[in-house]
């Protein structure tokens, strides 16, 4: 997929977002799993988030027009960072981005059904870990030809 390694955070649950009471800043805490990985797992892996933990539900994953929009500002924002305020992406960059991002996607669902499994041998904290690792895994199986099927071009 050619997505680059970026320093990443890994683990961009909702709790794991804070945004300040004036909505000017975006911070982020428990950097845990934090290092470096490929972009798109990383955004991928926070749409996933989007379905909740304890009451898991993927009918919160993200539409094609949220994520869309949501590529669209991080690019931006990316852009602004580093210097070039005028960049606006175009419609091929987002067409890639938006399939790379669902890809890797499906990763983070396997990343997690793994962790899960782990943790249902060695963590002491009381959460049903293997019914969280088949929630993944059937939305892994749910969305893998869907996902896999976006082009990377926009004829699709």
Known sequence: LNSPVVFCHNDLLAKNVIISPNKDRVYMIDFEYADYNYLAFDIGDHFCEYAGMHTVDYAFYPQRDVQVDWLRNYLKFKAEFQGDSAFEPND?????LYGDVNKFALLSHLFWA????LQAVHSK????????CQIRYDEYKRRKN???SISPD???
């Open 92 to 96: 091929d960059e987002l067409h890639k």
């Open 146 to 148: 869907e996902f896999l």
């Open 114 to 117: 793994i962790w899960a499994v």
């Open 125 to 132: 904290i009381d959460f049903d870990y293997l019914g969280y």
């Open 154 to 156: 926009k004829s699709d």
